[in-house]
């Protein structure tokens, strides 16, 4: 193979692996090779590598529908471990996890999903669920709202998104989920109880950088009825307004 062919079938791969960071829910081989305008056949052997180095993986082994994969996300957080957004937070998510015996995580969004890209958990907390890299639908989770809420590019969303239905309270009507949306707007934080999985809750505030949305903090542990959620998620909104404010001074 040529220097010139080998340069191309990189550059296909990083092409590849670029759509299906930007396709959360994932594609198959047909539509990813009509998309890129590339030969069935050299989207086929790309692919069939990158999933035995676990780059990619199947979302439905069945359907032969490829997602982004393990290795990715374990690449990406030791990039992420560097960034002066981890460098920032993770001392607040430590503290704030200890105090309240739970487990904080940072997220950031991907077109109609968002996934986790850091975790802490506290030694007492009661239950601890999602992993770095797990990718969260928005209508149902308080990163996901905190997105359509905070973001203005996510907030068209709300408009197109699925609502399918995970728990007896999750938000499944358009109207319903939009005065969510609102009240978390005026609220500063958005939250979730039992709407995903029934046993657990979580908060989440937005983090900004330069007046532009970066990332949510959250805060997950079991539901407890008699938990003042509105004092936690007061006191984590304004963790995340700290946690902007030396973003900006540390990011000139």
């Known amino acids: ?19 299906l ?8 081989l047909s539509k990813i090779a009509a998309d890129l305008e590339y030969p069935k056949t050299t989207v086929h052997d790309i692919l069939k590598t990158l ?31 560097s960034s002066n957004l981890l460098r920032v937070a993770k001392p607040y998510l430590t503290l704030l996890a200890d105090k309240y015996e739970k487990t904080t995580f940072i997220a950031k969004r991907s077109n109609d999903r968002a996934f986790c890209i850091y975790k802490y958990a506290s030694i007492h907390a ?19 709202k905190c997105y359509l809420a905070f973001d203005p590019d996510a907030a068209p969303l709300i408009d197109s998104i699925e609502l399918p239905l995970f728990t007896p309270y999750t938000i499944t009507s358009r109207e319903q ?24 809750a979580c908060l989440a505030a937005p983090l900004f950088s330069k007046k532009s949305m970066v990332a949510t ?4 542990g079991l539901y407890n009825e008699n938990e ?9 909104a304004q963790l995340a307004n700290i946690i902007s404010q030396q973003l900006d001074e540390s990011d000139p």
């Open 126 to 144: 009661d239950a601890s669920t999602g992993t770095i890299g797990d990718q969260k639908l928005l209508h149902s989770t308080s990163i996901g």
């Open 228 to 236: 003042d959620f509105a004092a936690q998620g007061s006191e984590i």
């Open 1 to 19: 193979m040529t220097s010139a062919n080998s340069f191309s079938m990189v550059q296909k791969t990083i092409d590849i692996l670029s759509y």
């Open 177 to 200: 989920l939009k005065a969510n949306i609102e009240e978390i707007r005026r609220l500063g934080y958005s939250w979730e109880q039992r709407e995903s999985h029934e046993l657990m």
């Open 51 to 81: 999933l035995s180095n676990n780059f990619i993986q199947y979302v439905n082994p069945d359907k032969k529908i490829y997602i982004i994969g393990a290795r990715v996300y374990t690449m990406g957080i030791t990039y992420l471990e």
């Open 21 to 28: 960071a930007n396709n959360p829910s994932g594609a198959k």
């Open 217 to 220: 903090i959250s805060m997950t």
